[in-house]
């Protein structure tokens, strides 16, 4: 078969990162397999990479920032469990291509690595989902916050976005304390995940309707984890 057919062959059999099995059946097919982006793109966008800082967690962003590398100019889709500044870094120069980004975080120390790719902007990214570990002492989820609302936003791990580093963005999921940041005008769907504090929930009650008139192409709206 012609380079160009086993490729095709390749990324039409794609299953999963087990996949890659077949780059040792030979030179050639190895020789095809790392050549070919759509397999890159496609074995970083079928799973969630826990990117924690214990020993599989560093493998793992090597492994990401390969795929990355290798995925030439694919679009990327990417699912993550934390956001540590090493993936940030290798991340930084390939921002354009994302159009998928989800991050669960289990406690707050990669949360401002995350803030800094936001800044910079996405201006590809179409779907974006932030989750926070409610059981894992997130101070985002705190009484501090409220007041971080309530003052200038100096205290909050993000600046002010710019919707036109967003033009993309059409669905969003974010806990409720962050969606004030992410009220642009490109959105159609909208889930607030839910907030417990009590003096988190009585402010975010005020800014909403004013955050959700920034949105004048919503479709639908959910107030759910």
């Not at 916050?145 to 200038?152: H, I, T, Y």
């Not at 974010?174 to 839910?194: K, R």
Request: net charge neutral; charged share 25%; proline share 7%.
């Amino acid at each position: 078969l012609p380079n160009e057919i086993l490729s095709m062959v390749l990324s039409l059999a794609w299953e999963g990162r087990t996949s890659f099995r077949v780059a040792h059946v030979c030179q050639r097919w190895r020789e095809v397999a790392l050549d070919t982006p759509q397999l890159w793109s496609d074995a970083i966008s079928q799973e969630t990479f826990v990117l924690d800082r214990r020993y599989r967690g560093r493998k793992r962003v090597e492994y990401v920032l390969t795929s990355v590398e290798r995925s030439a100019q694919r679009r990327l889709r990417l699912d993550f469990t934390d956001f540590p500044i090493r993936i940030f870094d290798g991340l930084q120069s390939h921002l354009p291509r994302i159009v998928k980004l989800h991050v669960h975080f289990l406690d707050d120390c990669c949360f401002p690595t995350l803030g800094k790719a936001l800044e910079i902007g996405m201006p590809s990214l179409e779907d974006l989902k932030i989750t926070l570990d409610m059981d894992g002492g997130s101070v985002i989820a705190d009484e501090n916050w409220a007041d971080a609302l309530e003052e200038p936003r100096n205290m909050s791990p993000i600046s002010d976005l710019s919707p036109t580093s967003f033009p993309h963005l059409r669905t969003l999921s974010v806990p409720g304390i962050l969606f004030p940041y992410f009220a642009f005008p490109s959105l159609e769907h909208i889930n607030i995940q839910p907030i417990g504090a009590s003096k988190l929930t009585r402010i975010l009650s005020l800014e909403l309707k004013e955050s959700l008139s920034m949105s004048p192409r919503l479709k639908t709206l959910n107030m759910t984890k």
